[in-house]
Each structure stands twice: as C-alpha cells, then as structure tokens.
C-alpha cells in the first residue's frame, strides 16, 4: 500500500489529493452528502484568490509531477 503526503492545505487540498490518488491507482468514488452553506453575511470566507490557488495546484500536481 502506499502512502500519500499531503502538502498543501486550504483550497489545495482537494486537487492534490485527487491527483495522487489518482496516480497510484486508487478508486474515487463520488458519494453525496447535504449541507446548507454559508453565505457571506453568515462569515462566508471564499474569494477568487482561493480558486487561483485551486487552479494552480490542479496544474501543479496533474501536470508536473
């Protein structure tokens, strides 16, 4: 079995994951799940520097390595 070392956190983690799971040949399974999200007036923290930072470790992770 092997081991997968998480680096990033945040948004980041997420892309990572999936990226070297994907690698070493894990099954992902989608499974759902219900939540009520927050929004902003409730403290909602998410902003587009967030999905740069997604993007870039979906490029980082999937493309080169």
Known sequence: MEKIIV???RFGFEPEF???AAKIGA???????SYSGRDYSEG????WRDGVSAIR???KYN???
């Open 7 to 9: 680096e990033e956190d």
């Open 18 to 20: 999936t990226a070297k």
């Open 27 to 33: 099954r992902i399974y989608e499974v759902g799940i």
């Open 44 to 47: 909602k923290k998410i902003g």
């Open 57 to 59: 470790c979906i490029l």
């Open 63 to 65: 493309l080169f390595r």
